[in-house]
């Protein structure tokens, strides 16, 4: 796809549609200096070399890619226009889409009717979650496992919600049993189930919290900013994915949903959404603004159901056109995501497969966890995982690998059957999200380069205990 050609013919587009209004006369004040321009843009695009290769196949590390080339021309086609999402006014054309969108990501996790929006980030989408939840069983708290996404307990905090941990069992998954304890006490309103955890890719029992859900009056959210579009996938994947897609199908009967376009949606920065399965949600948004008009017909404007007031139009038609090329089905975006959990499983096997490294546990999507298998304690774990986090960034770019840390305590060693010396109560892991398709194509060689990182098997290193 040629970008540059793309980008060209929206500028010039934007350009003509403002010469539809007619001219008017530019203020000298607001006059620049070409030249000087010319300098800052030097500046920079220097400034911006020194930036993190999220694009490349060598780029293992956290949950991001580069967005789609259709998701970068969609959002600057409706950025040099500025639409505002917070109403119809603001953003006519760009709102419209932001609920096409929308009803395409209810759509994927067939929820039977919906409201919802996008959000800046997967962490306001699931903060307006707690917010509904708040309100519809005030005074209760919510329960979410140890390994939920940070922000959940901040984010209660924030609401004056009360925080319930949940241990988890020795795959990262939420022990619902401590779960349902919680609930019987009636202290509990809300569970938040991950699908996709951002250490491990864990997935929460979802099935089975629908029971608790028919039992007691408890709320089911489920976080899966990360995980959600892997709904894309089909019951004729789970042989060959070695996944199992019941926790998808579970969603549509939760009450609501987070998933972050930005993440596996292929978009830039500044796209999360959360979807509600009760249009009726809607209630606890109301509100009184004497600066923008209220519609009261269907459907609400944005903004009626929406924390946040003024929000990206671009960020909507980035996420528009992309669906429009890359719809969300299994042949559509599927397809993305299939190739990257293939790529997981197949870099599973070679770090089995290799001596210098050790298999955390088995990826339950596409995040493989892993460590050197020299060190015999954790510190020793963590010291030498450190290090190859450090000396893999440290090469030359064209040579460079890009991983990332998860700190793990003792329990969760022991827990997986990894005996170490437990020296300190946590170290660091490494952890590759293997988040781009490309990285099918080169799985085994990137095992190859990490395990050169690693301490050679047999050699004594630091907290080797030998
Ligand atoms: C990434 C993530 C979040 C936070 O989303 P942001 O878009 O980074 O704010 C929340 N929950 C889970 C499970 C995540 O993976």
């Given at each position: 796809m040629e970008v540059s050609k793309l980008l060209a013919r929206v500028v010039d587009s934007a350009r003509d549609w403002e010469a539809t209004f007619g001219d008017y006369e530019p203020h000298p004040?607001?006059?620049?200096?070409e030249i000087r321009l010319g300098g800052v843009i030097d500046e920079l695009l220097t400034r911006l070399g020194?930036?993190?290769?999220?694009?490349?196949?060598?780029?293992?590390?956290?949950?991001t890619r580069a967005p789609h080339p259709a998701a970068v021309v969609g959002y600057v086609a409706a950025m040099l226009l500025n639409?505002?999402?917070?109403d119809f006014a603001g953003g006519p054309a760009t709102s419209q889409m932001e609920h096409e969108a929308v009803a395409e990501l209810a759509a994927m996790f067939a929820l039977p009717a919906h409201i919802g929006h996008l959000t800046s980030s997967g962490t306001i989408a699931n903060l307006e979650a707690l917010f509904v939840a708040r309100q519809s069983h005030p005074g209760r708290g919510v329960a979410f496992s140890d390994?939920?996404?940070?922000?959940h307990e901040r984010m209660c905090a924030l609401l004056g919600m009360t925080a319930h941990r949940v241990p988890t069992d020795a795959r990262g998954a939420m022990d619902l049993d401590a779960a349902a304890e919680l609930v019987r006490t009636g202290a509990v309103g809300t569970i938040v189930l991950t699908a996709?955890?951002?250490?491990?890719g864990a997935i929460d029992p979802i099935v089975d919290a629908l029971t608790l859900k028919q039992q007691y009056d408890v709320r089911l959210h489920v976080?899966?900013?990360?995980?959600?579009?892997?709904?894309?996938?089909?019951?004729?994947?789970a042989e060959t994915l070695e996944w199992d897609p019941t926790p998808w199908r579970a969603i549509?009967?939760?009450?609501s949903v987070v998933v972050d376009p930005h993440k596996h949606g292929l978009?830039?920065?500044g796209c999360g959404a959360v979807l509600f399965a009760?249009?009726?949600?809607?209630r606890h948004y109301r509100h009184d603004s004497p600066y923008t008009r209220m519609f009261s017909?269907?459907?609400?404007?944005?903004g009626e159901i929406s924390l946040e007031c003024s929000r990206a139009g671009a960020a909507a038609a980035a996420l528009w056109t992309t669906l429009q090329l890359i719809p969300l089905r299994r042949e559509g975006l599927g397809r993305f995501l299939a190739s990257t959990r293939r790529a997981a499983l197949r870099f599973a096997h070679c770090v089995e497969e290799s001596s210098e490294l050790t298999l955390y546990q088995q990826p339950e999507l596409d995040v493989v966890t892993y460590f050197p298998?020299?060190?015999?304690t954790i510190s020793g774990v963590d010291a030498e995982s450190g290090r190859m986090l450090a000396e893999g960034m440290a090469a030359a770019p064209a040579e460079a690998i890009y991983l990332s840390a998860l700190q793990v305590d003792a329990a969760g060693f022991g827990g997986r059957g990894h005996r170490l010396?437990?020296?300190?109560?946590r170290g660091r892991i490494l952890r590759s999200?293997?988040?781009?398709?490309?990285q099918e194509l080169c799985v085994d060689e990137l095992v190859a380069r990490i395990a050169a990182l690693a301490?050679?098997?047999g050699r004594t290193v630091a907290g080797s205990g030998r």
């Open positions: 004040d607001t006059e620049i200096d020194n930036s993190t290769p999220f694009f490349h196949p060598r780029y293992a590390g956290q949950m639409p505002n999402n917070h390994d939920a996404h940070f922000t996709g955890t951002t250490g491990v976080d899966a900013a990360y995980g959600g579009f892997f709904a894309l996938l089909t019951h004729d994947d549509g009967a939760c009450d978009q830039p920065y009760d249009p009726a949600a809607a017909g269907a459907p609400a404007h944005l298998s020299t060190p015999r010396d437990a020296d300190t109560a999200a293997l988040m781009k398709p490309e301490p050679p098997a």
